[in-house]
């Protein structure tokens, strides 16, 4: 089961932030939460990861609140190329291994 | 510096056939995890492996699939006597270790069982 919710569907004008919530409320105090991205059906692409701190880098910024409970990916100044699938993963010890559980992700749309 | 590859891209299998995906890590990585992805649905853990061990196959059907990465080559997943419900996007990842390290993804093999 996914341990994170988020929105199904979003747009974002070209140009603007785009903004894509995260629930994770169950998460763990050793549990990073992870961005990928998946364009049409290619592979997901990594984008960020963080534990408790705000980070970024040249893709985009990660928001993770006091309590972890919830973290929003911002990409900064969005382009029609950012119009993909967004899946926020929460990476979980099970039975002694690191697994991924990806939920349904957020469709982003990017409009001209 | 050559990114997960995967092959074949496509396949397409008739009911009752084998199917055999292969997959090579990124250079340097030892961690390789296949994920499956129905239309619509998020990727859905399968199996982990390191070189010539199986570390976690709890995502695995019990019957049918089966996984290995051999000292040489790439991993193999095989999916025996296949079904219309194989169908499918197979994705592989890896990483350099497992603790902290993030997993780097391939391209996918669609796998179509007619």
């Known amino acids: 089961d996914a341990k994170t919710t988020q929105p199904p569907s979003m747009d974002c004008a070209e140009g603007r932030a785009a903004n894509l919530p995260c629930n994770h409320s169950t998460i763990s105090g050793n549990e990073y939460v992870y961005w990928y991205r998946q364009i049409h059906s290619q592979g997901p692409q990594y984008i960020i990861h963080g534990l408790k701190n705000n980070e970024t880098n040249e893709m985009a910024s990660l928001i993770i609140t006091e309590d972890r409970k919830s973290s929003t990916l911002i990409l900064p100044h969005a382009t029609l190329r950012d119009t993909a699938v967004y899946y926020c993963i929460v990476r979980v010890r099970d039975s002694g291994t690191y697994k991924y559980i990806f939920g349904t992700g957020t469709r982003l749309k990017v409009l001209a | 510096n050559a990114g997960v590859m995967q092959n074949p891209r496509h396949l397409v299998r008739r009911r009752g056939q084998e199917a055999r995906l292969r997959c090579s890590p990124m250079?340097?990585?030892?961690?390789v995890y296949w994920y499956r992805q129905l239309p619509e649905e998020g990727l859905k853990f399968m199996v982990y492996l390191q070189k010539e061990n199986i570390i976690d196959e709890s995502g695995m059907p019990k019957e049918r699939f089966s996984a290995e990465f051999p000292k040489e080559g790439p991993s193999i997943l095989r999916i025996q006597q296949v079904v219309r419900g194989d169908s499918a996007a197979y994705f592989c990842?890896?990483?350099?270790?497992?603790?902290?390290?993030?997993?780097?993804f391939g391209p996918g093999t669609r796998l179509t069982v007619l």
């Open positions: 990842a890896s990483s350099p270790g497992q603790f902290t390290d993030t997993q780097y």
């Open positions: 250079k340097g990585h030892s961690h």
